[in-house]
């Protein structure tokens, strides 16, 4: 078992960042890929973006791509969204999801998920 907690929502005006953490307990988070989803107000929860075990290989929702980065340091059993130049349809509950293999996170979600950070987005 793996516990995910999220950290780094907030509020911020158009244009902004924001920075997300999700850190991992209970197991190493180096053996699992990991992903970022979204759910807004009264919208289905939505894929953000991706990253393999290793960090080599990423993957991103076209509506954040060129806008959005994940990263890992495994080492610090954490994993990163870097959200730039933000938009108003950005706000959502933002969740961290684990998972043995990048095509679970991509197909299907997470085995394991954090309990969501808020971002809410002024225009």
């Known amino acids: 078992q793996v516990q995910l907690v999220e950290s780094g929502g907030g509020l911020v005006q158009a244009g902004g960042s924001l920075s997300l953490s999700c850190a991992a307990s209970?197991?190493?988070?180096?053996?699992?890929?990991a992903g970022w989803f979204r759910q807004a107000p009264g919208k289905e929860r939505a894929f953000v973006g991706a990253i393999s075990v290793s960090g080599r290989d990423t993957y991103y929702a076209d509506s954040v791509k060129g806008r959005f980065a994940i990263s890992r340091d495994n080492a610090k059993n954490t994993v990163y969204l870097q959200m730039n130049s933000l938009k108003p349809e950005d706000t959502a509950v933002y969740y961290c999801?684990?998972?043995?293999?990048?095509?679970?996170?991509?197909?299907?979600?997470?085995?394991?998920w954090g309990q969501g950070t808020q971002v809410t987005v002024s225009s």
């Open positions: 209970g197991r190493s988070f180096s053996g699992y890929a």
């Open positions: 999801a684990a998972a043995d293999r990048t095509n679970t996170i991509l197909t299907s979600g997470g085995d394991y």
